[in-house]
């Protein structure tokens, strides 16, 4: 089936471009200033502090926190940021194993493998974080997960509501029900909506998370996904 060109599409690429090179600037920024001394802040929320090994995190109450310097803390956001990412993650990829048999478009199916690999690996990644500083981990970062593509379906921990970009149960229903240049039209316009959500949620960590790891890696996250809308942007141009 043939479908006509989406007249408001090249103004939401503009404003998703535009939000994505604000965010860009602003890391780059924060990053050029990252060995420059700077006052030890006290946080308005309890943080958690990782025990040695064998033991479990410890939470610091703000009125503990002063004085504590460099110690190595991790704040509810970074924890927040590396849970959910998982289930956001999870939901890209369940986006991308559609591609293979869906879509006619070869430059779409290696964008949707690069997208598979990247965010198979990220997710165990954060799975690792977690584990490594005794959290939950969500099912879906499990051995026994689809995270590996070898076993069932695990279910998501967080509401699609909850977090920025998440496709809802129709727009995956309407995806997995279409082929061709349809399928490609909607893989591509959901995919960059399901990055800038990604983008939104790593602006939050961005500006609330303590933990070095979590910064260096929201930071990788958002370069990869900041290139791969234009990518996606300059290929629904060409449908």
């Known amino acids: 089936m043939t479908t006509g060109p989406l007249p408001h599409r090249p103004r939401c690429r503009r ?8 965010l860009a600037v602003g890391l780059a920024v924060a990053g050029c200033t990252a060995d420059e001394p700077e006052a030890t802040s006290t946080p308005s929320s309890a943080v958690l502090a990782p025990g040695k090994p064998g033991e479990p995190a410890r939470t ?8 504590m310097g460099d110690a190595d803390v991790v704040t509810d956001a970074d924890v927040d940021f590396m849970t959910r990412m998982i289930d956001h993650h999870a939901q890209a990829v369940e986006m991308s194993r559609l591609v293979p048999e869906r879509s006619t478009s070869g430059q779409v199916a290696r964008l949707a493998e690069r997208v598979l690999l990247s965010q198979e690996g990220e997710i165990r990644y954060m799975g690792r974080w977690l584990e490594d500083h005794d959290l939950p981990v969500p099912a879906v970062a ?11 379906r695990a279910p998501q921990t967080h509401d699609h509501g909850s977090m920025p970009g998440m496709l809802t149960d129709a727009e995956m229903a309407a995806l997995a029900a279409a082929d061709g240049a349809a399928f490609d039209r909607l893989f591509l316009e959901g995919m960059i909506k399901h990055h800038a959500g ?8 961005s500006s609330a998370g303590r933990d070095e790891a979590v910064q260096e890696f929201s930071s990788n996250v958002a370069a990869d996904q900041i290139a791969e809308i234009d990518r996606m942007s300059r290929l629904l141009d060409e449908l």
């Open 15 to 22: 404003a998703v471009l535009t939000g994505a090179v604000a």
């Open 60 to 67: 610091i109450a703000p009125e503990e926190y002063e004085g």
């Open 142 to 152: 499990s051995p026994s997960s689809t995270a590996d593509g070898s076993g069932p």
């Open 198 to 205: 990604a983008l939104t949620m790593v602006e939050e960590v």
